[in-house]
T-cell receptor, first 114, second 116 residues
Framework: GENVEQHPSTLSVQEGDSAVIKCTYS??????FPWYKQELGKGPQLIID?????GEKKDQRIAVTLNKTAKHFSLHITETQPEDSAVYFC?????????????FGIGTKLQVIP | GAVVSQHPSWVICKSGTSVKIECRSL??????MFWYRQFPKQSLMLMAT?????????EQGVEKDKFLINHASLTLSTLTVTSAHPEDSSFYIC????????????FGPGTRLTVL
């Protein structure tokens, strides 16, 4: 099955700096890679996703890059703000049109220091 | 769009009682819904996949007789924790996948279950 490794497990940055979270996956059949943000006591919220036919995707201060050859993808947050503080999960999914199992990374706790 | 709700948001019950948690897709139809369990400071653990009109598919190690799942319509799935015990205390989260065939999953806000 798929195995997703995520690092770092914790990350502290000063407000305004950039934050980068990296994930690697093992199953070459995985072709969809969402990133979720989870605030304390809440469910995960999809913040950005990327599919295997694209190398990079950007949405305002958030960007995701994918290297299929190396089987790794990264989340980049620029100009961080205190409200970016949360736990971020990467995931890898082998989309097959039917049943799909999402394999999540262990999560990264991001703390943005004002 | 793509809002998923859960009810209740938190519940406290006595050991031995059963608790039902509802998961609803509010503005889309979901052929497939997923139930996760999350322990403090840990990632999400998939418990089962719920398909509308059919039996749920449980992950290895998850007791299907203890965690009853029903997906009676395209917008509602329920998880019933039967004869709950303190070790069942956890954060339960559902997610829903649109019937359009896209693979994006949208998560509910979660239900905090505390069994005394």
């Amino acid at each position: 099955g798929e195995n997703v490794e995520q690092h770092p497990s914790t990350l502290s940055v000063q407000e305004g700096d950039s934050a980068v979270i990296k994930c690697t996956y093992s199953d070459s059949a995985s072709n969809y890679f969402p990133w979720y943000k989870q605030e304390l006591g809440k469910g995960p919220q999809l913040i950005i996703d990327i599919r295997s036919n694209v190398g990079e995707k950007k949405d305002q201060r958030i960007a995701v890059t994918l290297n299929k050859t190396a089987k790794h993808f990264s989340l980049h947050i620029t100009e961080t703000q205190p409200e970016d503080s949360a736990v971020y999960f990467c995931a890898a999914i082998p989309y097959s049109g039917g049943y799909q199992k999402v394999t999540f990374g262990i999560g990264t706790k991001l703390q943005v220091i004002p | 769009g793509a809002v998923v709700s859960q009810h209740p948001s938190w519940v406290i019950c006595k050991s031995g009682t059963s608790v039902k948690i509802e998961c609803r897709s509010l503005d889309f139809q979901a052929t497939t819904m997923f139930w996760y369990r999350q322990f403090p400071k840990q990632s999400l653990m998939l418990m089962a996949t719920s398909n509308e009109g059919s039996k749920a598919t449980y992950e290895q190690g998850v007791e299907k007789d203890k965690f009853l799942i029903n997906h009676a319509s395209l917008t509602l799935s329920t998880l019933t924790v039967t004869s709950a015990h303190p070790e069942d205390s956890s954060f339960y989260i559902c997610s829903a996948r649109e019937t359009t065939g896209l693979d994006t999953q949208y998560f509910g806000p979660g239900t905090r279950l505390t069994v005394l």
